[in-house]
């Protein structure tokens, strides 16, 4: 039986829940890291490389939670209704999920960010390894010209570093990633864990800072796609912050300062959950 973990968006704050969440998890008998495939999105995909690195759960906690240890963040501000109500704006009267990606496409090139080399080292001080892992990985993005998404693994030809950026890059909020002569924007355009890539393993955990609610039109909200998942004969769970990790992070989950918080609750939060497929 095929486990794969899917790890969806939500920003620094995302990342720094979903790390504490997986070392709650381990601490209290659930270890899941070891599955076979590894799905990342956003600020999945940072997770999902750390956790693809072989870097020990308590090593990669504690890069969330001590100052000296944690990667060198840009602040950004973000507030995320009136984010929803600029992508509504932008995206107007779009007929089409494709149509609509490209007009948020659109307002990523156009955007005024911090220099696309600038974001891309923020990358590679996340990732205590720029290779990419033995085991599957599959990174989402999306071309912010066509609107198509692009799932990059280990046999693309393109950096990890590079893929996890592009992952990452919040349609007006960070640069769009060059790879080759394409542009990409953040896999979450898509869908926020993109949890369609798991079809074919037998049991799913999917983990969600965001909630289930895509914030982008999708053609494979996670709703719907766990019933499908389900359908297929897997086991799935998701798994969404609880309301004590949704106060740590707030209304700006790019702020760095949410990250100590948002690990500790997140590992709190793992330590009293019991998965359905669990022994414990």
Same mark, same amino acid.
């Given at each position: 039986?095929?486990?794969? +973990?899917v +790890?969806?968006g939500g920003?620094?704050?995302?990342?720094? *829940? &979903?790390?504490g969440?997986?070392a709650? +998890?381990?601490?209290?008998?659930?270890? %899941?890291?070891?599955?076979?495939?590894?799905?990342?999105?956003?600020a999945?995909?940072t997770?999902?490389?750390?956790?693809g690195?072989?870097?020990?759960?308590? /090593?990669?906690?504690a890069?969330?939670?001590?100052?000296a240890?944690?990667?060198?963040? &840009?602040?950004?501000?973000?507030?995320?209704e009136?984010?929803a109500?600029e992508i509504?704006?932008a995206v107007?009267?779009a007929?089409s999920?494709?149509?609509?990606?490209r007009?948020v496409? @659109?307002?990523a090139? /156009? #955007?005024?960010?911090v220099?696309?080399?600038? @974001?891309?080292a923020? &990358?590679?001080? $996340?990732?205590?390894?720029?290779?990419?892992?033995?085991r599957?990985?599959?990174?989402?993005? %999306?071309? #912010?010209?066509?609107?198509?998404? $692009?799932?990059?693994?280990?046999?693309?030809?393109?950096? +990890? %570093?590079?893929?996890?950026?592009?992952?990452?890059?919040?349609?007006?909020? *960070?640069?769009?990633?060059? &790879?080759?002569? @394409? @542009?990409?924007?953040?896999?979450g355009?898509?869908?926020?864990?993109n949890?369609?890539?798991?079809?074919?393993?037998?049991?799913?955990?999917v983990?969600?800072?965001?909630g289930t609610?895509?914030?982008?039109?999708?053609?494979?909200?996670?709703?719907?796609?766990v019933?499908?998942l389900?359908?297929?004969?897997?086991e799935?769970? %998701?798994?969404?912050?609880?309301?004590a990790? $949704?106060?740590?992070v707030g209304?700006?989950?790019?702020?760095?300062a949410?990250?100590?918080?948002?690990?500790e609750?997140?590992?709190?939060?793992g330590r009293?959950l $019991?998965?359905? *497929?669990?022994?414990v």
């Open positions: 039986m095929t486990d794969a +973990l +790890l969806g920003g620094v704050g995302g990342i720094a *829940w &979903i790390t969440l997986l709650g +998890l381990a601490e209290a008998g659930q270890d %899941v890291t070891g599955a076979e495939l590894l799905v990342g999105t956003s999945g995909s997770v999902a490389a750390q956790v690195s072989g870097i020990g759960l308590e /090593e990669l906690y890069r969330q939670v001590d100052p240890l944690q990667a060198a963040e &840009i602040m950004a501000e973000m507030d995320l009136k984010f109500a509504g704006a107007g009267t007929a999920v494709p149509e609509m990606r007009a496409g @659109r307002v090139l /156009e #955007a005024r960010t220099p696309e080399p600038e @974001r891309r923020v &990358i590679e001080s $996340r990732l205590p390894s720029h290779t990419w892992p033995e599957a990985l599959r990174v989402v993005a %999306v071309d #912010a010209e066509t609107g198509e998404a $692009r799932v990059f693994d280990r046999d693309s030809g393109v950096p +990890l %570093v590079d893929a996890v950026a592009a992952s990452c890059a919040v349609p007006g909020v *960070w640069p769009p990633v060059t &790879i080759g002569s @394409r @542009r990409y924007v953040d896999g355009v898509r869908s926020m864990a949890a369609d890539l798991a079809a074919g393993a037998g049991r799913v955990l983990i969600a800072p965001m609610t895509e914030p982008f039109p999708s053609q494979q909200p996670l709703e719907r796609t019933g499908e389900r359908a297929q004969g897997a799935v769970a %998701v798994v969404v912050p609880d309301e990790s $949704r106060a740590t209304d700006n989950p790019l702020d760095p949410t990250r100590r918080p948002a690990a609750a997140g590992r709190a939060q009293g $019991r998965l359905p *497929w669990s022994r």
